[in-house]
């Protein structure tokens, strides 16, 4: 349309042959001063025009739609047979209303828009889909060796889409799916599909983060939770799967919700939401392994949620306060979320239950259920840099609901003879804790963890083909004292017997870092990081992206100095366990930092959201 | 595009004498001269549109706000940028240039939603559902805690057990008819992707299913193509007739029936049409179409606590893979009228093991393993015969009343999916295992002695309005081992954990091999049967304010009559259920389902 019209308008300027007269005759600038003036105020008819002309055309071809023709689905009854009826000849027609690519659907009411998107991205530093080396299911590769690391790593994905939307005296009701095949290196990096993936190599796997129907403020199925406000996320400013935030975007949770729309853009959420839906880990019994080896982490949840399953005690209940309006979106959220530990695999006096020999067991009873939460503030405002420009920030402080504010929940990155780590669970608890030096301060209760995060970012277009954004976000977790206390006993130290941290040394050793006594580390599980990127994209239509993004990952490690694990006064280092093809030895454990760099080709076309 | 054309402009604008000396003489003219040159580019362009869409409206007030469009001017899907791309260099053999604009017509006679697909006779509909189900004491399908894939659930603890499961799907549909020279060749598609708590609990996708937590997986139901009678892919089982599944009657997976709806089977059948409704279908089906078990060897780990494991030839059904001996046989007879319909059908089902894990004497050629060099029994048939149908009954418009009977031998799962059971509720547990057969050279002939099994299944619907419906249904389902089975079982149970071989007498019979099932007793006060049975009754009331879609509440009440009822067994550890003094007893189970769903023309 814009290359006709502009073809159109170069055609008809040559043609004018008062234009050309007129600007040589007159220099005086009235002319075209006036001219301007006339140029502008026919401009301003013709968009008014224009407008008034679109809204008739959707009005007329509502009412065309609300004409009583077939209604709603008519189903094959295998009863009778599929009789050719004369009918005459009818037109699919297109269904403008709600925007391109939707058509009616022949013989009712329904519209629907088949869209989807094919990308192959590539990068380093990190895998395909952009989770940085170092966390989470990127753990191993955060060694950092041939053995254990890929150079480059590539996520290539075709994906369907479907919308359909249908006026009922429901008022409108909407479907929404998008699924497809994805083929994510290295395998395992994704939380969403970690093992859904065959273990035979190339072998593609279902990707699928949307699927829900909204009818009368409700909305089911698959979606981004409701807690989430703003992230940089799939594709908006970066190609990366940022660790700092929580965000639910790339993945959908299964959730059901209803919203209240007060006006004005103004609405209010309750959601019922899977409360693996975020990235979840969930409770360590520290009298299991919970900690070990190096860059795992294995939770002990109850209700089969979390680890292998995806059942769940009660749902997480969300709610939140939005307002969209013509300057951008804000809004609040909360969350309540349940966490439960299994059995106990002990008891704390002498002796295991019947039957019951250092595996959970019903006869050794569980630490009572708690239930954490989360609050967040955030929002995306467009900012007068430039047409188009964004500036969103996001904040989420969190009790017993780490995943809420990131997706950091292991790290483990080496270089050279330094390391760092990170192990991020809800809550801890151990009720194996006969040595306990700390009057109180070894319960068997759930200990819950604090986690918060700030992400922000911006974009500016500089032109409708070219954009560049700047993102960042940090975050932390922090484990109160008796949850340290409880981590620091099962901490390695020899001489048996002997004390780490401070606390004498107890059950199963975990996580698996010889700091001996102590001496010369921080002795806190506690850990923080950041990560910072910019990322610049060039659609030269908007069917096609292709960009670049790099980011830059700091690690502010858990347990962070030295250690004097061979019981010499002399601080030489901690002891590791070999973890993959790194040695065991004595390492410094210090922050860390990971570049990643991610490039993009991606064909959208109409894949809706 | 834009680039190109504003490059045009930009000639244009240098070609003209005037333009350049005045740009010259007044240089902030640039910035006028620029706008100037905009406007009358955007006006152009908004001419040209307003002269479009006032045809637009024109034609569109010219039919009146009807819908019947008779004439070719129905704009067919518009697109952000109609402009077609830029021809490619070289040689354009396949670019339609000039073609005169064609729309896509629909293609009313097979229904709504069909269209015709361009440039040719084909007509294709674009259908699917969305669907999320939570379930209490159940899957997230609707397998009732204890049963099959959630036997482990069924210890009820929280370690085991979650307290709600769901099931969410998004299912695409898609059905194309073509007019051939054949007759209608028509082909029909739903797949999509799902996610189903526990992992694992859904049969047809058991092995598919990733281990990790929130991972989708494929969902494929149907995939067939039907042409002069033939119907080959996947399709529901020519031997099932009658099942309350899929949500008609219930959002459960009922365990009562081993109908296959929910799965769809991999087949190739033909179907012969008598006219007035009848016909007859011989098909060739996937032997593991079904809830598929198949034969235990009692020389070997098969009945574990809430674990089944089958010793079946060829490949057939076992957890690596699931190739075949022989296909099923299956015939029907069918009669599908106004009232409803009817049928009788047949099964013919082999029943084969592998290798015998030992010599009747001794052999050391292949320790415990199967082996080749310890034969094999004798391959068997076993088969199924059903009756069933579903009628409209004169108690509101489309009210209907159905049921559906089936007795097997050697085929249990043609009768029923409940094929094992774990249940525990304090300290009492209920247990079931049932298979195709069992066999056992060691002590026995060899030879396979096949399991019986039978089930009866009703269900009836009532519509309160357009909109509300309240159903009722429930099944029987019982599995029967004869004496001599009974026997070759009896004889692996143990009277003391870690028993050897030569212990005393249990059930009368000496004790021999394998321990299995691990019921350690003596025997006095038990049973000593191996069968068992199982109910479900139900009920599910659905809310339908559009046909679009279903909001509705279903449940479900499960009881399991356990085989080795008795008092006093000696369980082992069982998940985080501890060792110890168990009763076994008949066990209850309360499910509660409610789905939401978004159907959009998903077809059938």
Not at chain 2, 43 to 65: C, F, H, P, T
Request: with cysteine; proline share 6%.
């Amino acid at each position: 349309m814009n290359r006709i019209g502009l073809i159109y308008g170069a055609v008809v300027l040559a043609a004018l042959p008062g234009f050309a007269v007129t600007a040589k005759a007159a220099s005086d600038q009235d002319e075209i001063i006036r001219r301007l003036d006339r140029l502008e105020q026919a401009h301003a008819r013709l968009e008014q025009e224009n407008a008034a002309l679109r809204t008739k055309l959707n009005r007329v071809d509502g009412g065309a739609r609300s004409a009583p023709q077939a209604a709603g689905p008519q189903y094959d009854d295998p009863r009778q047979p599929y009789i050719a009826v004369k009918a005459p000849v009818q037109y699919v027609r297109a269904c403008s209303m709600y925007g391109a690519g939707f058509y009616t659907v022949p013989g009712t009411d329904a519209c629907i828009k088949i869209g989807g998107y094919i990308r192959l991205q590539g990068g380093t530093g990190g895998s395909g889909e952009g989770t940085v080396n170092g966390a989470d299911n990127m753990a191993a590769q955060g060694r950092n060796t041939r053995f254990d690391t890929s150079l480059v790593n590539y996520d290539a994905r075709a994906v369907m889409s479907a919308d359909v939307r249908v006026p009922t005296s429901l008022g409108m009701l909407r479907g929404y799916m998008r699924f497809g095949a994805e083929m994510d290196t290295p395998i395992g990096s994704k939380w969403m599909t970690t093992l859904p993936q065959p273990a035979q190599s190339n072998a593609p796997f279902l990707l699928w983060d949307r699927g829900y129907v909204q009818f009368a403020g409700f909305t089911v199925g698959k979606q981004r939770s409701f807690f989430d406000l703003f992230a940089a996320s799939d594709g908006y400013l970066t190609y990366g799967n940022l660790r700092t935030t929580g965000d639910t975007d790339l993945t959908g949770v299964i959730l059901a919700a209803f919203t209240f729309n007060a006006g004005n853009g103004f609405s209010a959420s309750v959601s019922a939401e899977d409360p693996n839906g975020h990235y979840k880990v969930g409770v360590g019994d520290l009298n299991s392994a919970a900690m070990t080896p190096l860059g795992v982490i294995v939770p002990s949840n109850g209700y089969v949620s979390g680890a292998l399953n995806q059942g769940m005690g009660v749902p997480d209940i969300i709610a939140n306060l939005r307002v969209d309006q013509s300057w951008g979106y804000a809004g609040i959220s909360g969350a309540l979320h349940q966490v439960a530990g299994d059995y106990y695999t002990g008891v704390s006096a002498a002796g295991s239950g019947v039957g019951c020999i250092g595996i959970p067991c019903t006869a050794f009873g569980h630490p009572s259920d708690k239930f954490g939460g989360a609050a967040a503030f955030g929002g995306n405002v467009y900012v007068p840099t430039g047409p188009g420009d964004t500036l969103g920030v996001n904040l989420v402080y969190s009790q017993g609901a780490v995943d809420f504010a990131t997706k950091g929940n292991t790290w483990q990155l080496y270089k050279g003879k330094t390391a760092g780590f990170g192990w991020g669970f809800d809550g801890v608890y151990d009720n194996v804790t006969p040595n306990c030096p700390v009057a109180g301060g070894c319960p068997s209760s759930i200990q819950l963890t604090k986690a918060w995060s700030i992400n922000a970012g911006f974009e500016h277009h500089w032109s409708d083909q070219w954009k560049t954004s700047a993102y960042g976000g940090f975050a932390a977790v922090r484990y109160n004292q008796l949850a340290t206390n409880l981590i620091n006993q099962h901490l390695p130290s020899p001489p048996a017997g002997g004390t780490a941290c401070g606390m004498p040394v107890e059950g199963i050793i975990q996580p698996p870092i010889g700091v001996g006594s102590g001496l010369g580390n921080s002795c806190n599980p506690s850990y923080s990081f950041f990560q910072v990127g910019s990322r610049t994209q060039y659609s030269p239509t908007p069917w096609l992206d292709l960009g670049v993004d790099a980011t830059y990952t700091r690690l502010y490690s858990a347990y962070k100095g030295l250690g004097n694990p061979t019981a010499l006064a002399v601080v030489n280092g901690v002891s590791l366990p070999a973890s993959g093809a790194q040695p065991s030895g004595l390492y410094s454990i210090t922050n860390q930092n990971e570049w990643m760099v991610l490039a993009r080709a991606q064909i959208n076309f109409l894949p809706g959201k | 595009m834009n680039r190109i054309s504003l490059i045009g402009c930009a000639i244009v604008l240098s070609g003209l004498p005037g333009f350049a000396t005045s740009a010259m003489a007044a240089g902030d003219q640039d910035a006028i001269i620029r706008r100037l040159d905009k406007l009358e580019q955007e006006n152009s362009r908004l001419e040209q549109e307003n002269a479009a869409l006032k045809s637009r409206v024109n034609r569109v007030d010219s039919r009146g706000g009807t819908a019947t469009r008779s004439a070719p001017q129905a704009a067919g899907p518009q697109y952000a940028d109609p402009a077609p791309p830029p021809p490619p260099p070289g040689p354009q053999p396949n670019i339609a240039l000039k073609a005169p604009v064609e729309y896509i017509k629909a293609c009313s006679m097979y229904g709504a939603g069909f269209y015709t697909v361009p440039g040719t006779d084909a007509c294709i509909k674009i259908g699917g559902y969305i669907r999320l189900q939570g379930t209490f004491n159940g899957s997230g399908e609707g397998t009732v805690n204890g049963a099959d894939n959630m036997a482990g659930q069924g210890r009820n603890n929280r370690f085991d057990s979650s307290n709600i499961n769901y099931d969410a799907r998004a299912v695409v549909s898609a059905d194309v008819r073509a007019p051939t020279s054949i007759g209608l060749l028509r082909g029909y598609m739903r797949l999509g992707a799902e996610m189903d708590t526990p992992i694992g609990s859904s049969w047809m996708t058991t092995l598919a299913q990733p281990v990790q937590s929130n991972a989708p997986f494929v969902f494929w139901d149907r995939g067939y193509v039907q042409f002069a009678g033939f119907t080959v892919g996947k399709q529901r089982s020519f031997f099932d007739i009658y099942a309350a599944s899929d949500g008609y009657l219930t959002y459960g997976n009922l365990r009562t029936t081993g109908d296959t709806d929910l799965t769809g089977v991999i087949m190739a059948a033909f179907t012969y049409n008598w006219g007035g409704g009848f016909s007859s279908s011989l098909s060739v089906e996937d032997p593991n179409g079904h809830y598929k078990v198949g034969v235990a060897n009692m020389n070997s780990a098969a009945f574990g606590l809430g674990t089944l494991t089958v010793d079946n030839a060829f490949q057939s059904g076992s957890t690596t893979n699931q190739g075949m001996g022989v296909p099923d046989i299956i015939a029907n007879l069918r009669v599908d009228q106004s009232w409803g319909y009817a049928g009788i059908s047949g099964a013919l089902h082999q029943v084969a093991a592998g290798y015998f894990t030992a010599p009747p004497g001794a052999g050391a050629l292949c320790g415990i393993t199967p082996c080749s060099a310890f034969g094999h029994p004798p391959v068997k048939f076993g088969g199924a015969v059903a009756v069933g149908g579903d009628v409209y009954v004169p108690t509101g418009p489309g009210d209907t009343f159905g049921v559906n009977a089936v007795f097997s031998d050697g085929a249990v799962d043609f009768a029923n999916k409940g094929n094992r059971w774990q249940l525990y509720s304090g300290g009492s547990a209920g247990f079931a295992w049932g298979v195709d057969g069992v066999f056992d050279n060691v002590g026995s002939d060899g030879s396979i002695q096949l399991t019986r099994a039978w089930s009866v299944n009703s269900g009836y619907e009532h519509h309160w309005n357009d909109q509300w419906k309240t159903s009722l249904y429930g099944g029987f389902a019982a599995v029967n081992y004869d004496g001599a089975a009974t026997g070759i079982i009896n004889q692996h149970l143990s009277a003391t954990p870690g028993r050897v071989a030569g212990a005393a007498p249990v059930c009368g019979v000496p004790n021999e091999g394998v321990v299995q099932p691990p019921l350690n007793m003596t025997g006095a006060g038990n049973s000593c049967s191996p069968n068992y049975s199982f109910w479900q009754v139900g009920t599910r009331t659905q809310y339908s304010p559009t046909a679009w879609l279903d909001l509705g509440v279903d449940t479900t009440y499960t009881r399991l009559n356990t085989a080795y009822r008795g008092s006093n067994v000696f369980l082992g550890a069982n998940g985080a259920q501890p060792g110890g003094l168990y009763s076994i007893d008949d066990q209850n189970v309360w499910t509660v389902m409610a789905r939401a769903q978004f159907k959009f023309l998903p077809g059938n």
